[in-house]
């Protein structure tokens, strides 16, 4: 999938925005509606105020792109963590992207298009034990980690514009969300709970441009 860079027209007079919103990702929890109609003004989990957008600009969303917030994932099987499973499970989710509660369809595709799975990292360690004799050491235990990649900015093929009374709707689908703990979980072993981050590329033309 390319990225955004400087490869999507943006039209003269205006100006390129991103905006974000955060949903914590949790066991048993299949579908994430991201942009509800009132966010929750925690600048820490999303930046915009409501949906649809206020102000009179017309806007062109032009990229679109998803980010685990916790850069590093770690196993923890008594906790009943699995990094593995866990990217499997986010890399295999379905992406519906639509205006006016669904009434106008722009984007329906899978997650590997728009996550940057390319940067992130699956290191392994193995930890290896002795009898103490002649015998040769054995593995006792596989660590591994998760090392995620920043969010990069991938186009969308065919950029649409929105009006300014329209919504934007997007939502995520997981085939298999048993895959990911609870919060407990997380808690229980000293690690951040996931959060992943939508983020929309818009482009927002001033009336009359």
């Known amino acids: 999938m390319e990225t955004l860079a400087k490869k999507v027209p943006i039209p003269r007079n205006s100006r390129l925005k991103t905006y974000y919103d955060t949903k914590e990702i949790i066991q048993n929890t299949s579908e994430y509606n991201f942009f509800p109609a009132n966010a929750t003004r925690n600048v820490t989990r999303d930046n915009y105020i409501n949906n649809p957008f206020p102000g009179e600009e017309s806007r062109r969303v032009v990229g679109l792109s998803f980010e685990l917030i916790s850069q590093f994932l770690e196993d923890d099987a008594a906790n009943s963590i699995d990094v593995e499973a866990i990217m499997n499970g986010i890399k295999d989710a379905g992406i519906i992207l639509t205006a006016d509660n669904d009434y106008k369809e722009f984007v329906r ?41 920043n969010a990069d900015m991938y186009r969308l093929p065919d950029p649409f514009d929105v009006a300014p009374n329209q919504t934007i709707d997007l939502k995520v689908v997981f085939e298999d969300s048993s895959v990911f703990p609870t919060s407990a979980n997380w808690t229980a072993a000293g690690q951040p709970k996931l959060w992943l981050r939508a983020n929309l590329f818009i482009a927002e033309m001033k009336k009359g441009s």
């Open 109 to 149: 595709t899978t997650m590997s298009e728009h996550f940057n799975f390319a940067g992130t990292r699956l290191n392994i360690r193995a930890a290896a034990a002795s009898d103490g004799g002649t015998a040769p050491s054995l593995v006792s235990s596989v660590e591994r980690t998760v090392i995620a990649k």
